[in-house]
């Protein structure tokens, strides 16, 4: 039997074989053990980090390290102004990097949330709109001009 995870390409008939589906769609009982089974259709959840834990991996950055080695060299050497020139100049990038950052993470996944929230599926042998999450291995899943492929699908 063709494996879908082989690389290969196989036919639409011989997927939905191997997925245990029919070209009429899936029940709404067989999609529900299926969601059940496999669980939501979503990626893996990124861990969200602490501020703290994102300042962190901002100062880790080689050329802030070296200018807070030379910050603190100019400190000592006596050159104050110097030193308070170079930290102030390194508290303000890593503070527009930090900001910036944030802000694209957070409309990124505002974008995220906002493509294809729904999909159009074969159940019970009728087109049904359904949450993207809620799509099954062995759903027919209906894609029309422009429509984007709902999760992972493969187009």
Do not use: C, H
């Not at 997927?15 to 009429?24: E, F, Q, S």
């Amino acid at each position: 039997m063709p494996s879908i995870l082989s690389g290969k390409p196989i036919t639409v008939t011989e997927a939905i074989g191997v997925l245990g589906a029919t070209p009429a769609g899936l029940g709404s009982g067989e999609a529900s053990r299926r969601l059940a089974e496999y669980g939501w259709n979503e990626p893996v959840p990124r861990g969200s980090r602490t501020l703290i834990s994102r300042l962190t991996r901002m100062l880790a950055n080689p050329l802030v390290i070296v200018l807070l080695v030379a910050s603190t060299v100019a400190f000592a050497a006596g050159q104050q102004i110097d030193a308070v020139i170079i930290f102030g100049m390194v508290a303000l990038g890593v503070a527009l990097n930090f900001v910036q950052t944030f802000r694209s993470e957070q409309s990124a996944e505002r974008l995220r949330r906002s493509v294809a929230p729904n999909a159009r599926v074969v159940r019970d042998e009728d087109e049904q709109v359904v949450l993207r999450e809620a799509v099954v291995p062995g759903d027919v899943v209906l894609l029309a001009a422009g429509d984007l492929t709902p999760a992972d699908a493969p187009a």
